[in-house]
């Protein structure tokens, strides 16, 4: 059976060789910096929670005020008009069947529609934060 040459000095010994590669410090991702300003709550990390706590307040207004005329309008036309508050629908009063009935598939509407943008919102701070190779 034939021994592989084993590297060494003349006496026979095994020299052991240390391999180091510089390069690898070199590869370590940086770190992002809008990540660190959040970790770390500097100002611009808290700049940057503010325009989504911002962003998402205003998309609340928005809908409450699309809620508060929508639904606010409805007695406001029958004080105005009262003829079109006498008006029924298959035996049943106009009000009772906008406010008692189609108010509700409003709201669930509107509800979606908030649940929708505000996560496109968190969505959009997510990808600022990521940064552009997300």
């Given amino acids: 059976m034939a021994r592989l040459p084993v590297m060494g000095d003349v006496s026979g010994r095994v020299v052991r060789t240390r391999v180091v590669l510089g390069e690898a410090a070199g590869r370590r991702p940086v770190a992002d910096s809008a990540r660190v300003e959040l970790a770390e709550q500097t100002d611009i ?5 503010k325009g989504l706590v911002r962003a998402q307040l205003a998309l609340a207004v928005r809908l409450s005020l699309v809620v508060v005329a929508g639904l606010g309008a409805l007695p ?3 004080a105005v008009a009262p003829a079109v508050g006498r008006v029924e629908v298959a035996g049943v009063n106009l009000p ?3 406010l008692g009935f189609l108010a509700f598939p409003f709201l669930v509407l509107v509800g979606w529609a908030y649940v929708r943008w505000a996560e496109r919102n968190e969505q959009d701070f997510t990808a600022v934060i990521r940064g552009p190779e997300a």
């Fill in 45 to 49: 990390g808290e700049a940057l929670v």
């Fill in 96 to 98: 009772w069947i906008l």
């Fill in 76 to 78: 406001l036309l029958f």
